[in-house]
């Protein structure tokens, strides 16, 4: 019984935690904000979400440390969040441990087998200096004991999908303004060019043409503007 209402109180908690960042997104809260996801890590949350029960070849026990150390990813990803390594230590075990070299390398060698178990993936690095960050495959998994694991309620996973589904139609959009954008500042390049041009070659002619070079040079004047706003727009 007790044990029956110690997980009901955590699933409370999640569901209000996740109720609470929802809200934040939706307001434009800056610490959400900077959350920035690219379209490839929008596609291996959409996976992890979506995904069946997993075979992997390892326990994954409660009070183990793969089994804290999925869970632990699994919380950062329900917050569309890619953890390294000291994430996910200062999460489960505090600051000072995330800052022992000694300890970092013991939890860098479980995540290692975690990764040949088909539970994480090791993701690339931005930055040559930045840790390695890692990702479930999925948020059920069926372990070496043939024992069923899930690391998030259905509730959870679907308003993380509601989420990523925002995402996803948010970078679909900014891919087409972005393709509009490049060819209005294509055209603009060409016209720039092109009047210039027109305006050298009026002053190269036997007989200066005034009527022609000034109306060039104004169009390449003008055209020059528009090209500076929309480069300084990008």
Same mark, same amino acid.
């Given at each position: 019984?007790?044990?029956?209402?110690?997980?009901?109180?955590?699933?409370?908690?999640?569901?209000? $935690?996740?109720?609470?960042?929802?809200?934040?997104?939706?307001?434009?809260?800056?610490?959400?904000?900077?959350?920035?996801?690219?379209?490839?890590?929008?596609? $291996?949350?959409?996976?992890?979400?979506?995904?069946?029960?997993?075979?992997?070849?390892?326990?994954?026990?409660? @009070?183990?440390?793969?089994?804290?150390?999925?869970?632990?990813?699994?919380?950062?990803?329900?917050?569309?969040? $890619?953890?390294?390594?000291?994430?996910?230590?200062?999460?489960?075990?505090?600051e000072e441990e995330a800052n022992s070299v000694q300890f970092v390398r013991k939890i860098q060698t479980i995540l290692k087998k975690m990764e040949k178990s088909?539970?994480?993936?090791?993701?690339?690095?931005?930055?040559?200096?930045?840790?390695?960050?890692?990702?479930?495959?999925?948020?059920?998994?069926?372990?070496?004991?043939?024992?069923?694991?899930?690391?998030?309620?259905?509730?959870?996973?679907?308003?993380?999908?509601?989420?990523?589904?925002?995402?996803?139609?948010?970078?679909?959009?900014?891919? @087409?303004?972005?393709?509009?954008?490049?060819?209005?500042?294509?055209?603009?390049?060409?016209?720039?060019? @092109?009047?210039?041009?027109?305006? &050298?070659?009026?002053?190269?002619?036997?007989?200066?043409?005034?009527?022609?070079?000034?109306?060039? $040079?104004?169009?390449? &004047?003008?055209?020059?503007?528009?090209?500076?706003?929309?480069?300084?727009?990008?």
């Amino acid at each position: 019984m007790q044990r029956v209402e110690t997980i009901e109180n955590n699933v409370n908690k999640n569901e209000k $935690f996740l109720s609470s960042f929802l809200l934040k997104l939706l307001n434009g809260d800056n610490s959400v904000a900077q959350r920035k996801l690219t379209p490839t890590e929008v596609q $291996f949350l959409e996976e992890a979400t979506s995904a069946d029960y997993t075979n992997c070849n390892i326990r994954l026990r409660e @009070g183990e440390h793969q089994y804290s150390l999925a869970k632990a990813i699994a919380s950062f990803q329900l917050e569309l969040r $890619f953890p390294d390594v000291k994430d996910i230590i200062g999460r489960l075990y505090g600051e000072e441990e995330a800052n022992s070299v000694q300890f970092v390398r013991k939890i860098q060698t479980i995540l290692k087998k975690m990764e040949k178990s088909n539970i994480v993936r090791i993701l690339p690095k931005t930055k040559p200096w930045d840790l390695q960050r890692y990702a479930l495959l999925s948020f059920k998994f069926e372990d070496v004991d043939k024992s069923l694991v899930v690391l998030a309620t259905d509730e959870e996973m679907r308003q993380a999908q509601d989420l990523l589904h925002s995402m996803a139609l948010q970078y679909r959009a900014g891919g @087409g303004r972005t393709g509009r954008a490049i060819l209005k500042v294509s055209l603009l390049a060409l016209a720039t060019g @092109g009047s210039y041009a027109v305006s &050298v070659w009026a002053l190269l002619q036997p007989i200066i043409n005034p009527v022609a070079f000034v109306s060039a $040079f104004s169009i390449a &004047v003008v055209v020059s503007l528009l090209l500076g706003r929309a480069l300084s727009r990008r």
